[in-house]
């Protein structure tokens, strides 16, 4: 029987009961503190419990995980880091590795949201040509840690001494920070799954995300307001959403340039789940910040299936099912390695 594995965090539990239901042995790779929570889903069949998670390159580690396929997501960006993701890890993944580099890499991301044709904020080299209100980001899939807004180069200054004085960024941190227009509008986070044995492209679901302290503010009066001149963004939890019909053909076909752009650029392109992140603002554009070129916690929502993939499937659809008859798909064609990297 084939194994699916993932790391103990994240949408670990998504992705487990969604291999298990659809008839896979399943495997979970989780830290010491973890392992009593994950414990408690009977779907999960096996817990290998390490220090830390960077350990799964370890090879007495990857022994345990040769005869599964691990499925990626942000902690495995955020916690394992990506050159043993590329060169170490022999197990195989789910979706194409190589292009986690270019989603943490904010210069390669970029370049990828360009080559596929989507209007991007725009991007300043350094706070001295600050002329408008900005967002200042870390590197990494960090869920919005140590982020913060500027209006010129003074509030810039101000604001990034404070967060180092809070120990929020780190001091070698410093020339990593990233200088985006500030989009106003309403944040989006669109949900796609690329089928490489298909060659099709489906919209399975929509979020918008709960964020701490950013999404707080309108609870306190203005006066208050002024004084936070850093709310953070830390993702706490998601929203579902569903947009205006009028505004979903663009949708899809944003997610098929950024297929397209991927297959140029990154080997085998997309597989799999990836996301489009985004504004749109006054005049109803998507203005595309980020994508995740894997599973994103937004589809957490959906375990059960949602608006959209109830249009193209007579049961609840989520994304790790999606994933797992994708996976099965491929062992009966025997077109792994279409899937795999
Ligand atoms: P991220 O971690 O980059 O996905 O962003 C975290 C949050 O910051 C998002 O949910 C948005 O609310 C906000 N955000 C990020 N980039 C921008 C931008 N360029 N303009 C407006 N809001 C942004």
């Not at 298990?20 to 069949?45: A, C, M, P, Q, V």
């Not at 580690?61 to 043993?84: E, N, R």
């Not at 579902?240 to 297929?259: A, D, I, K, N, T």
């Not at 659809?317 to 798909?329: D, L, N, P, T, V």
């Amino acid at each position: 029987m084939m194994k699916i594995s993932t790391l103990g965090s994240h949408c670990a539990l998504q992705l487990l009961k969604s291999a298990k239901d659809e008839g896979f042995h399943t495997l979970l790779l989780s830290d010491r503190k973890r392992k009593g929570f994950y414990g408690r889903f009977k779907f999960i069949d096996e817990i290998i419990v390490v220090d830390k998670f960077e350990d799964i390159a370890r090879e007495e580690i990857q022994d345990k995980f040769k005869d599964s396929i691990l499925i990626p997501h942000g902690t495995l960006i955020a916690q394992v880091p990506l050159d043993k993701v590329e060169r170490d890890l022999k197990i195989p993944i789910f979706g194409n590795k190589y292009l986690l580099r270019w989603e943490a890499d904010r210069t390669l991301k970029e370049k990828l949201l360009l080559e596929a044709k989507l209007k991007v904020p725009k991007r300043f080299s350094s706070p001295d040509e600050i002329d408008s209100l900005v967002i200042v980001k870390l590197p990494g899939a960090e869920g919005g840690r140590g982020y913060f807004l500027a209006y010129n180069k003074e509030s810039f200054e101000r604001n990034l001494k404070n967060l180092i004085k809070r120990g929020i960024i780190k001091k070698e941190e410093e020339d990593k920070l990233y200088i985006q227009e500030y989009v106003l509008g309403t944040p989006v986070f669109l949900h796609y799954f690329y089928s490489p044995l298909k060659d099709e492209l489906e919209l399975i679901s929509i979020d918008r995300r709960y964020e701490t302290i950013v999404d707080s503010i309108g609870r306190i009066p203005a006066t208050y307001q002024k004084n936070l001149d850093y709310p953070s963004y830390l993702v706490i939890g998601n929203f579902p959403l569903v947009l205006r019909e009028s505004l979903l053909p663009e949708v899809y076909s944003m997610g098929e340039e950024f297929v397209k752009a991927s297959k140029r650029l990154v080997g085998k392109g997309a597989i799999g789940p990836f996301c489009l992140e985004g504004v749109y603002n006054e005049k109803g554009e998507f203005i595309c910040f980020e994508f995740s070129g894997r599973i994103v916690a937004g589809t957490n929502l959906f375990i059960d299936g949602s608006p959209y993939t109830w249009l193209n499937y007579d049961e609840p659809m989520s994304m790790g099912k999606r994933i797992a008859r994708e996976i099965r798909r491929a062992i009966e064609l025997k077109e792994l390695d279409k899937i795999l990297t």
